[in-house]
């Protein structure tokens, strides 16, 4: 009798310390392991769908003008009807949650399984359309949702334990898409919180490095962009291009900014109301002028333009043009403003590597690639306004230890051009439709 006393006094100690593992780490772990997961998945998809769609059209872009407008019209409706809080890129629903007035009450529209098949679902539709979008931004939405269902394996859920794993799951989700976990940790401070919490650094780091395990051992230890081949050593007269360069992407990352923002002002009401009663109508209009444009450069400004940035950031071969950054800033705003789910950041990125090849055009004796590197910063930190974010995630992507401080000078002078135009663009999204009283659905984030 003694003998099965102590055997069940050893049954309920290790079954309180196993709960006690659980509910302190291993839920945690296990949300962040799945959240590695799907970006290694949603990323091999997204690789996936745009190839098929560049089959479907190699010697016949003319089944563009059928494929896209079909596409993107789906698209449009099926974000409007079952997934109305996945559009966009995800970063301003993050913000939202974490910051807004209401937000316990925004959360779980913004957050969850529905969000999460309807980001990686739509998104891989308009991929696969020809769409300029991108699917880094959305993992961010992705990784927020995974570890927001987390919390319904814990037994005492809280605002605070909500908004630990929304922060955490985020910024895993970006650590996760571009196998960049330093930039993870500091897009959550720069971009997300706007400030450094103690409390929740411990949660952050451990979740980052459960999703870049994740991501190592799936997809191995690779550079999102390859490794550039660029001097470590630059002489003074380099600082010339650099400012230059700066204040180029930080005067178009602003101009971008404002088309995103200021829609009012540029739609007409007409085409504002069309949007707002007619979303096949919308959509497929869209989708024709995104067609249309992708003829005229030759295919060029389908898809997120990661191919024409990797090219001419390692110096290969390409037919890229000059013209190539105005054209794929159109696609973009064209492809966001449908209002389906879908990132900037890859897009970001290559308008930024198109302004690289303008200025290695005008200096000719400057290393390509050195130039593309700069204006990848320089473009990317108007756009979100976070210079250090910027900075962290292409030094990481293309190993470029000898450019730092041309990358961080030209992410400060950027980001602070841009900011004499317009506020930070994911923080100013998240405002216009979740700071409200009330939320705006014909408005895009």
């Given amino acids: 009798m003694l003998l099965h006393h102590r055997i069940a006094a050893i049954f309920r100690l290790t079954r309180r310390k196993l709960r006690h593992l659980w509910l302190s780490y291993g839920f945690f772990w296990v949300g962040a392991l799945l959240v590695g997961l799907l970006a ?36 449009v409706w099926l974000t409007r009807k079952y997934f109305d809080g996945s559009e966009g890129s995800g970063i301003p629903q993050v913000i939202a949650a974490l910051h807004a007035p209401g937000r316990r009450l925004l959360v779980p529209q913004l957050f969850g399984l529905r969000i999460i098949i309807g980001k990686i679902g739509v998104g891989l539709l308009g991929m696969l359309g020809g769409l300029t979008i991108g699917r880094e931004g959305p993992t961010v939405h992705v990784g927020a949702s995974v570890m927001y269902e987390m919390r319904r394996f814990y037994p005492r859920s809280s605002a605070r334990l909500e908004r630990n794993l929304l922060l955490a799951g985020a910024a895993a989700g970006l650590s996760g898409a571009f196998n960049t976990p330093l930039a993870g940790i500091v897009f959550a401070i720069e971009e997300i919180t706007r400030s450094f919490e103690a409390r929740t650094n411990g949660t952050l780091i451990t979740a980052i490095v459960f999703s870049g395990l994740v991501s190592l051992a799936l997809a191995g230890n690779y550079l999102y962009f390859g490794q550039i081949s660029a001097p470590n050593m630059f002489p003074i007269s380099f600082a010339v291009p650099v400012v230059i360069a700066a204040v180029l992407c930080g005067a178009a990352g602003g101009v971008f900014n404002l088309l995103l923002l200021k829609q009012t002002r540029w739609i007409p009401k007409k085409l504002r109301d069309v949007r707002a009663s007619r979303p096949l109508l919308w959509g497929g209009g869209l989708g024709l002028l995104i067609a249309l444009l992708g003829i ?38 064209l492809s966001y403003i449908t209002g389906i789910p879908g990132g900037l950041f890859s897009p970001s990125l290559s308008i930024g590597a198109g302004f690289g090849h303008v200025m290695s055009a005008i200096f000719s004796g400057t290393s390509p690639s050195a130039l593309v590197a700069i204006c990848m910063v320089g473009y990317l930190a108007a756009v979100t306004q976070s ?21 961080m000078a030209t992410a400060l002078i950027s980001s602070r051009i841009a900011n004499l135009l317009t506020p930070p663009l994911y923080e100013a999204l998240a405002h216009q439709k979740y700071f409200g009283t009330h939320r705006h659905a014909a408005t895009p984030v």
């Fill in 387 to 407: 210079p250090l974010t910027s900075f962290i995630i292409v030094m990481e992507m293309i190993n470029g230890g000898g450019l730092v401080l041309p990358l």
């Fill in 296 to 333: 005229a450069t030759g295919g060029d400004t389908w898809g997120s333009g990661y191919d024409q940035a990797r090219a001419l950031l390692l110096n290969e071969p390409h037919t890229t043009g000059l013209l190539y950054p105005i054209t794929k800033m159109l696609a973009l705003v």
């Fill in 40 to 75: 290694v998945l949603f990323a091999q998809w997204a690789n996936d769908v745009q190839a098929q769609f560049g089959r479907w059209i190699a010697d016949r872009e003319w089944l563009a003008l059928l494929i896209t407008p079909t596409l993107t019209a789906a698209c």
